[in-house]
């Protein structure tokens, strides 16, 4: 069994060192980036600015959020390859020509052949992922492991569990509101703050995508069913209800 995911990754660039077009919000196309041989899109985000530091290291300051197509994990090698081909990796350290400031932050699509909403997948099962996400950076990957937690928790997003009861918030640590249009999860919080090397940018990456499958793999062999691990506040039974009565139409 195996995971499909997209990534988000909302940078900042140096567009001394590398210039690229940017599509409008929700209008890129891949084929209009061939340099990313397919994997990968670039559209503008307002929620994007440079902060000081990127004003003072970079002579040209351009925004952009790179979106991945679906893919397989098996995907994930060449997808990551492309991006740093694209900003000329070979020449050029990652935090020489990108910053991840923070406005930016690393959206991760996911699904499977999992009915979440139907509470086949528990609080318990979300809290797993980020305690192991959460261990497996602070000894990977030490050196962005305080800056990658404090971003975590910011203000919008550290609105943790909750997000499993209320199906139309999106701006919290797991989105689940295109589960009804079989959309899967966006996990939200994850971010690249403190991430400088094109090494500590593969490392985090696959660190997530591994967890997640792990998560679905531990789920499958385990054969839960419960609905949910933790006792749902008695003013968000009937807002999951109604979520379950969606979820079957």
Not at 142 to 160: A, I, L, Q, T, W
Not at 193 to 216: H, L, N, S, Y
Not at 221 to 230: A, T
Request: proline content about 3%; charged content about 30%; some cysteine.
């Amino acid at each position: 069994m195996g995971i499909k995911f997209g990534l988000e990754v909302e940078l900042i660039a140096d567009e001394e060192l590398k210039n690229f077009n940017v599509a409008g919000y929700h209008h890129g196309r891949y084929s209009d980036f061939p340099e990313l041989n397919g994997y990968w899109k670039i559209e503008r985000d307002g929620s994007l600015s440079p902060d000081d530091e990127d004003l003072n290291k970079f002579l040209s300051p351009k925004i952009g959020e790179f979106i991945t197509k679906k893919l397989a994990i098996s995907d994930l090698p060449r997808a990551l390859n492309a991006f740093k081909k694209f900003f000329e990796g070979d020449e050029y350290e990652l935090n020489e020509v990108i910053s991840f400031n923070s406005s930016c932050g690393c959206h991760i699509h996911f699904s499977e052949d999992v009915n979440v909403q139907n509470g086949f997948l528990t609080y318990t099962n979300f809290d797993k992922l980020r305690e192991n996400t959460f261990k497996r950076i602070a000894k990977d990957v030490p050196d962005v492991f305080e800056s990658f937690k404090n971003h975590y928790f910011r203000p919008g997003y550290s609105n943790k569990n909750d997000s499993l009861l209320i199906p139309d918030i999106r701006e919290v640590e797991f989105n689940f509101t295109q589960l009804k249009d079989n959309r899967g999860i966006e996990w939200r919080a994850f971010n690249l703050r403190g991430v400088k090397t094109w090494a500590q940018f593969f490392k985090m990456i696959t660190i997530a995508i591994e967890e997640i499958q792990k998560m679905f793999n531990e789920y499958i062999k385990s054969g839960e069913r419960e609905i949910l691990e933790l006792e749902i506040p008695e003013e968000l039974i009937e807002v999951y209800s109604a979520m379950n009565q969606l979820s079957e139409v």
